[in-house]
C-alpha cells in the first residue's frame, strides 16, 4: 500500500515526529540497543528466529536484533521509519488502524518496545501481535508502568494517552488469546539485568 491509497493522519505519520522524537540532539545513539538485544536473546527469546519489531520507530532495535542472528522485520506508521530500517525489512502499518500486513504464525517473535501506550484501543494491535506469531512462539510488549511513573512523566509524551499496569497488560494479553502470560516491571537498565 503507497502513502496515497492511505490516509495517514496524526502527529505519528509527520516526518517532523519522527526527525524531531529521534534527533540525535534528544535521543543520541548508544550501545543501549546492542546490549538490549543481547539481554533478550539471552533471557527472553531463547534463541533466534524470525523477528517484527512492531513500532520500530528509528529502527535502531531492528539493526540491534539483526546483528545477534534474528531475522528482523519492522513495522511503524511512519514512512520515515522505513529509511532507518535498511536494509531490513520494513511495512508501513498505521497500528491503530489496520491490521499487521503479514499472514498469520509469520514470526517466531514479537517485539515492540514503548507502543501501546500511544493508541486509544490498544486491544487490535494486541490481537494482530498473538495472529502473526508463530505457536509456540515469544512476544514480548513493553509499555511503561502507570504504577511508576502516574505521578508526571507519564505525560512527558503529549502522545501518551493509555496508561499500564501489571493486571492491565495481563489481562489484555490472555484477552487477545496469549497463553502462559507473564508481566514483570523490567528496568532498562543494564547494570541492573
Not at 28 to 45: E, I, Q, V
Not at 100 to 112: A, K, Q, T, V
Request: charged content about 25%.
Amino acid at each position: 500500500m503507497s502513502k496515497k491509497e492511505h490516509n495517514y493522519s496524526g502527529v505519528f505519520s509527520n516526518k517532523a515526529y519522527i526527525e524531531k522524537v529521534y534527533s540525535n540532539e534528544r535521543r543520541p545513539k548508544t550501545d543501549y540497543p546492542s546490549k538490549f538485544a543481547n539481554h533478550l536473546k539471552d533471557n527472553y527469546f531463547k534463541g533466534t528466529g524470525s523477528l517484527v519489531d512492531v513500532g520500530c520507530g528509528r529502527g535502531d532495535m531492528v539493526h540491534a536484533l539483526s546483528d545477534v542472528g534474528f531475522s528482523a522485520t519492522g513495522v511503524d506508521l511512519s514512512p520515515t521509519s522505513e529509511e532507518f530500517c535498511k536494509p531490513h525489512p520494513f511495512k508501513i502499518c498505521d497500528l491503530a488502524n489496520d491490521n499487521l500486513p503479514f499472514e498469520d504464525n509469520s514470526f517466531n517473535y514479537i517485539f515492540s518496545k514503548s507502543v501501546i501506550e500511544h493508541i486509544r484501543d490498544p486491544m487490535p494491535m494486541i490481537k494482530e501481535t498473538y495472529r502473526v506469531m508463530e505457536e509456540g512462539g515469544t512476544s514480548v510488549i513493553l509499555t511503561p508502568s502507570w504504577l511508576h511513573i502516574s505521578w508526571g512523566p507519564f505525560y512527558l509524551d503529549h502522545t501518551h494517552v493509555t496508561p499500564w499496569t501489571k493486571p492491565s497488560l495481563r489481562d489484555a494479553m490472555q484477552m487477545a488469546g496469549y497463553k502462559d502470560v507473564k508481566v514483570y516491571h523490567f528496568y532498562q537498565l543494564p547494570f541492573l539485568w
